[in-house]
């Protein structure tokens, strides 16, 4: 499965790890998924992954 938010969209991106002699090699920075469980419309419930920092959005904004 991807590391993708399902309500925002967020991905892993790509930077560098940059040692003490400033040698570049090339990583990734994934996202801070956690796996939730939402009631659907009709009573079902579902696991889906959402990045820490939409569930604090989600929760400041309900």
Known sequence: ?????AVSGKGPIV???V???H????R???PN????RITLEDGTR???KVAASTLRT?????
């Open 1 to 5: 499965m991807a590391r993708r938010c």
């Open 15 to 17: 930077g560098n790890n």
């Open 19 to 21: 040692s003490h002699a």
């Open 23 to 26: 040698n570049k090699t090339k």
């Open 28 to 30: 990734r920075f994934l």
């Open 33 to 36: 998924l956690r796996t939730i």
């Open 46 to 48: 579902k696991k889906i």
């Open 58 to 62: 989600m929760k400041k904004n309900s």
